[in-house]
């Protein structure tokens, strides 16, 4: 009997040191099928940026995505990326949708990379926009990745969302 609870007092602990470690990011995944948006990327990231006030964002061309997130536009069925035209902001904002479902993984994975370089210029110049880069959020809705550095990201989230119908 104490052998048991001794496994169970193991495996509580390895959950709860599991949950406690690990990146600050943020990422929720809604896998729900059949989710499409009524607008398209760059008409979503250009209603984020007008109803949530954001410093000065400039729009990435598929070049660009290719150096910075080293992401094959060619994967993708539509993007916008929006990042601070000046390198004193963290801010950015950027919506894909992605061609095949079985691409999302491989999406994600190059954002987490952008977020880790996001917060490297940050890390030693402005603390501030360090923790936002630090505090970025990776929200997937079927075919459809958002990523947010924003001190406002639930307010952009909260705009994201009402582009969705389920159908």
Do not use: W
Request: aromatic fraction near 6%; include cysteine; charge should be negative.
């Amino acid at each position: 009997m104490k052998k048991i609870m001794v496994i169970m007092l193991t495996m509580v602990l390895a959950i709860v040191v599991s949950a406690c470690s690990g990146n600050k990011s943020s990422t929720t995944d809604d896998k729900t099928a059949h989710i499409e948006a009524s607008h398209s990327a760059k008409e979503m990231t250009e209603k984020m940026v007008k109803e949530v006030e954001q410093p000065a964002l400039m729009e990435l061309t598929a070049e660009d995505l290719k150096n910075l997130y080293n992401l094959d536009a060619a994967k993708l069925e539509d993007f916008s990326v929006r990042i601070p035209m000046m390198n004193v902001k963290s801010n950015e904002i950027a919506i894909f949708k992605v061609k095949d479902p079985n691409d999302v993984a491989e999406v994600v994975a190059a954002i987490k990379v952008r977020a880790e370089n996001a917060m490297k210029p940050f890390e030693q110049y402005l603390p501030d926009q360090y923790e936002n880069a630090k505090n970025h959020k990776i929200i997937t809705k079927g075919n459809y990745v958002l990523f947010v550095i924003s001190d406002q990201a639930d307010e952009l989230i909260a705009v994201y969302d009402r582009f969705f119908v389920k159908k």
